[in-house]
């Protein structure tokens, strides 16, 4: 009784985890294809956005396939497919922290609206709220 228990909450909690990894992919994906050429401090962001939700949802996909596949060649090219895009993965995350944190600190200062990062909200209406990159 007690391992049925358990192994529905554990079910309960990795279909909760690919959710919000699905959400968090997705989300990376859509907010660097909005804003792809709107931060010119740093024009590699928006890129490092779109091709990190890419890779996320193959290798999910990818995952899934595998999880549903019996041994055999399709298998074993999902499980190497996974492999060469969790090793592409760590070394885009490099790269994108580089990017990122090679404009860190950011420019706050609003009056100098040159590579200017910050919120601008005007009159409480989300339709004039403004999150991000300035020229």
Same mark, same amino acid.
């Given at each position: ?32 294809? +909005?804003?792809?050429?709107? !931060?010119? #401090?740093?024009?590699? $962001?928006?890129? %490092? /956005? +779109?091709?990190?939700?890419? !890779?996320? #949802?193959?290798?999910? $996909?990818?995952? %899934? /396939? ?58 409480n209406d989300p339709a004039n709220q403004n999150i991000g990159c300035y020229?």
């Amino acid at each position: 009784m007690v391992a049925a228990e358990r192994a529905g909450v554990y079910k309960s909690f990795i279909v909760m985890l690919n959710l919000i990894a699905w959400m968090v992919l997705m989300a990376a994906a859509g907010l660097g294809t +909005i804003h792809f050429h709107e !931060c010119p #401090v740093q024009p590699h $962001i928006p890129t %490092y /956005l +779109i091709v990190i939700g890419a !890779c996320g #949802v193959i290798s999910l $996909i990818l995952a %899934y /396939l595998k999880n549903t596949l019996h041994e055999g060649a399709l298998s074993q090219l999902c499980t190497v497919s996974i492999f060469c895009i969790l090793l592409f993965s760590i070394c885009w995350m490099l790269t994108g922290a580089f990017w990122v944190y090679s404009i860190y600190p950011p420019n706050y200062d609003s009056s100098n609206r040159a590579g200017f990062v910050g919120i601008e909200v005007g009159n409480n209406d989300p339709a004039n709220q403004n999150i991000g990159c300035y020229n």
